[in-house]
């Protein structure tokens, strides 16, 4: 669990409490999490936000990142997805973690993922798919699903989570909000290669946002 106060907002945003229903399927997500977490060393504690939007992708989770943030859309096909549906989605993504290596190539790139990423998703639960059966696994293998028996051992947590999700309803605020306005602007830092962000000028006019590796600040490149 992460304390909420040694939580550094940064200038220009507001903290908004979440909804009872948001924090119980919160709750159940971290639990969930946590019992993942005893598969593998590797694998970090991390924070987790529901959003309405985009969920987080695959190869963007910045795993040297403390703790990194995971977004999760709750809505599958028009309705609440399940407890089973999101412990295959905690698991895929602890896939990843725990194959992360810091400084080196990510070993999915995009939608690809690698045979290092099956072998991992296995041992964690998964049954793994190539993308394109016909093609072989020249299409990676980011088709995962829960094994025979990986439920049984999850059973206290996914019932957690469907009793959390079975009343739980999106709602229309916003977890945070932007007191500055303008468009977000891509900005980088002193890396090679340099690593990128997404931010409101406002934001970065108040105060400097440096990166944790090189210890400069992220600039918006002149065009």
């Not at 957690?160 to 079975?166: E, F, H, I, P, Q």
């Not at 009343?167 to 977000?184: C, F, I, L, V, Y």
Request: hydrophobic share 35%; charged share 25%; glycine share 10%.
């Amino acid at each position: 669990m992460i304390d909420i106060a040694s939580i550094v907002i940064p200038r220009g945003y507001t903290l908004v409490r979440v909804s009872a229903q948001d924090d119980a399927v919160l709750r159940a997500m971290e639990a969930t999490w946590a019992k993942i977490r005893e598969q593998d060393s590797k694998i970090p504690a991390a924070v987790f936000d529901l959003t309405p939007g985009r969920e987080t992708a695959c190869g963007s989770v910045g795993w040297d990142q403390r703790p990194p943030v995971l977004d999760f859309n709750l809505i599958r096909d028009g309705r609440t997805m399940t407890g089973a549906e999101m412990l295959e989605r905690l698991l895929h993504h602890a896939g990843h973690a725990v194959i992360f290596e810091p400084g080196q190539v990510s070993a999915t790139r995009g939608r690809y993922h690698t045979a290092a990423y099956r072998d991992a998703a296995i041992k964690l639960g998964l049954d793994v798919e190539p993308d394109r059966p016909e093609r072989g696994a020249g299409d990676g293998f980011s088709k995962t699903s829960l094994a025979h028996g990986t439920l049984t051992g999850y059973r206290s947590e996914v019932g957690k989570l469907d009793r959390a999700l079975s009343n739980w309803a999106p709602t229309g605020t916003p977890k945070t909000e932007r007191t500055d306005k303008g468009n977000a602007k891509l900005a980088v830092c002193s890396c090679d290669p340099a690593r990128k962000i997404r931010v409101w000028p406002g934001v970065l006019s108040k105060g400097a946002i440096r990166c944790e590796i090189c210890g400069q600040p992220f600039t918006i490149p002149s065009t």
